[in-house]
């Protein structure tokens, strides 16, 4: 069980683990032993994720989301077999917790008279810089 927030927890029979050699130091152990992990849920067809929650994860722009709908995470940080599970889910956990939050609905607003008047006033006064430019050759044909 991977523990998300005091209410929502992922049962680990949704959650796929795979241990793949890892690239990088590891002198000849490197060869030898399968320490990076690929850890792969399933957002599109979990059970213990409330519909909302779905819905945002399947919706951010994550180049770890397939276009099935499952979310692939790669740790390759450590040497350690148990450090790179334990950093996955980690990660995991935290894009999960991310995706609790509901985002604030954006209110439409109008700009105020002042901030047009200060918009115009800006132009104006850049196009007078600009108007004092010409009018001169400065060497060219």
């Not at 599109?44 to 099935?68: C, F, H, I, M, Q």
């Amino acid at each position: 069980m991977l523990d998300i927030d005091g209410t929502l927890a992922l049962p680990d029979d949704e959650l796929v683990e795979r241990f793949v050699r890892a690239a990088g130091p590891g002198g000849q152990n490197v060869n030898k032993v399968a320490s990076a992990v690929e850890l792969r849920f399933d957002v599109g067809a979990s059970r213990a994720l409330p519909e909302a929650v779905r819905a945002r994860l399947l919706a951010r722009r994550d180049r770890r989301l397939t276009d099935d709908g499952v979310l692939v995470i790669q740790a390759n940080r450590f040497r350690d077999q148990a450090k790179n599970r334990d950093d996955a889910r980690a990660r995991l956990a935290d894009i999960v917790r991310a995706a609790l939050v509901v985002p604030k609905t954006r209110v439409a607003t109008r700009p105020t008279r002042a901030s047009k008047e200060r918009r115009i006033e800006a132009k104006k006064t850049r196009s007078a810089i600009k108007r004092t430019r010409g009018g001169r050759d400065w060497g060219g044909e």
